[in-house]
């Protein structure tokens, strides 16, 4: 074990995408459990669109981090000092961390995880934040019912692959909007999308259109912009748009209003936002009905794996430019 | 009787603000009812916002009134001549008879009104689809609780004036925007809003701070634009916002969409839209509602009469510059 543990702590708020100039990198000794406390060693860090929003000086569903203090993250980490009951040292946990390589946490703050099951980072994934986040976003808001469409932007990311294979195991169409060839055919043939729209090289509206000649009843949004608006434009009637997120947005310093919302009143359709957190005390529904799902090898939780402490900045930013196919983590131990 | 029937038909799409070479102004001999028909003397046409979209050939909660059709309008006239026993000569009635000076319809398309419980322009306004529109939105939609801010723009229009009138019948803060001191005095003094914002002459988001400072339960938006924007920039928790229209757009090319609805996100709150056309089999609730507060003194129901049936184009351009004060008719018998 190293004496030391390394931080990236927010230095500056942010004007566009992140850089390197935007923290600092601190050292410091590995901190001691205080009573009732255990010593997790990060092994996975959770790199998350919500991250740069949690960067801003704005208000929102969370404080913004600091200046100076650890960027906040989601981890997967062993336990390896112990001052509870509760765990033991080996154990394997998930929490919000932050991005260094050992925290002290309170055992109730932490997710004990079962690596046998899955690999560990899964449980950053499909099995964790993300995972709950499309079962809630789409089962709670969206409620897909037999038959319908449902269509997903940001469908090869961490959430969005998870709503198309829950859509699909709620017989309900899974369209999946997605940037290049690669990422189209991982959701068609590895996560059992019906179809697939490569944003980046093909007409969405004209694509919506064809893949969706009924309309689309849920609409579960990742990536706002012109998507959204393109999605807005093709709502069946009583469709259900749930608001997730806006990757291609939280870069900007303004963001791109929905000019078809209108759409909502032609169809008599609602929009509805949320974060996972308003969920938390259905967490272990989530977590058990995912676990179940991928047990019964129905659901597939794809991780793709950075390396190295220091490539933090680097490893985020490919979020935003659309370079991760599943859930990113950066790999620390 | 004249024996003539002077008509608006459609004569262009119009490009922003509609002009009188739009239109058509054609005279046609008086037509003659068939069987199980009657036929009505408009005395007053309706002018609604939600006419201008009518006019754009796109796809929308109904068909576009076609070139050269009679412009799409509601209207309260007296039964002339009966062909049917279901309506007698003289019965007071409203319909969807169009911008002319007498119209055939069936019995079934007509509701019969009584002129001696409210003047008869008052069933084309608070009484009749701006008032249905209110209930249905504000009380299906919108849910407000007692206690609950609800804040609605357009606040001296048809439909926003029962909206805050209904907030308040329900135990609800009343939070009104319209434009002027005039109009602010109004929704204040004789429809018993608890607060006016002036958004000519006020700063809107500095007032909702001051007014709603527990934030927005209710929205009820007839605007869209900027004032969208200030209010979701100050949602409560679990808000609703109900999109009921939004006339600063409804001259524009393209809508301005709000760019501020990822508050629908942070404040797990959501936006839902509506027309009052999918109430249909409802109807007769809204009517026994509204005319029972009304008969109560508890619904006013002011109307703003303009005179002259030549003067259609320029009574119904007053609703985009927002000259109206209560329901805005055209009274032309």
């Known amino acids: 074990v190293s004496a030391q543990n390394r931080q990236f702590r927010l230095g500056a708020r942010p004007d566009g995408p992140v850089k390197h100039s935007d923290f600092e990198l601190t050292t410091e000794p590995v901190p001691e459990p205080g009573e009732g406390e255990v010593l997790v060693r990060s092994e996975y860090i959770s790199l998350d669109p919500a991250m740069r929003g949690w960067m801003n000086d704005a208000r929102s569903y969370v404080p913004p981090v600091g200046l100076g203090e650890v960027m906040r993250a989601g981890v997967a980490g062993t336990v390896v000092a112990s001052n509870s009951d509760a765990l033991n040292a080996g154990d394997a946990v998930t929490g919000m961390l932050g991005v260094q390589e050992y925290a002290v946490a309170k055992p109730?703050?932490?997710?004990?995880?079962?690596?046998s099951l899955a690999p560990l980072?899964?449980?950053?994934?499909?099995?964790?934040?993300?995972?709950?986040?499309?079962?809630?976003?789409?089962?709670?808001?969206g409620k897909p019912q037999p038959g319908q469409t449902v269509l997903v932007s940001g469908a090869a990311g961490a959430v969005g692959g998870v709503v198309g294979q829950l859509a699909k195991l709620h017989d309900a169409r899974a369209v999946g909007i997605a940037g290049g060839p690669a990422k189209c055919e991982y959701i068609v043939q590895e996560l059992g999308f019906d179809v697939a729209i490569d944003y980046k090289h093909e007409d969405v509206p004209r694509k919506l259109r064809e893949h969706c000649p009924d309309g689309v009843d849920v609409y579960f949004d990742n990536v706002g912009g012109d998507i959204l608006d393109a999605a807005l434009a093709r709502l069946a009637r009583k469709a259900r748009v749930v608001i997730c997120g806006a990757i291609s947005q939280y870069n900007s310093a303004e963001f791109q209003g929905p000019k078809n919302y209108m759409s909502l009143l032609i169809n008599n359709a609602s929009m509805t936002g949320f974060v996972v957190f308003n969920y938390f005390s259905r967490y272990p529904e989530a977590i058990a009905a995912l676990t179940g799902w991928h047990a019964e090898g129905k659901l597939t939780a794809r991780v793709d794996v950075a390396e190295g402490f220091e490539n933090f900045v680097e490893t985020l930013n490919r979020l935003f430019k659309g370079?991760?196919?599943?859930?990113?983590v950066l790999k620390i131990a």
Request: no cysteine; hydrophobic share 45%; glycine share 14%.
């Open 108 to 115: 109730q703050a932490l997710i004990k995880v079962d690596p």
């Open 121 to 141: 980072p899964a449980y950053l994934g499909a099995l964790g934040m993300p995972g709950w986040t499309a079962y809630f976003g789409l089962l709670d808001i």
């Open 323 to 328: 370079e991760n196919t599943g859930k990113l």
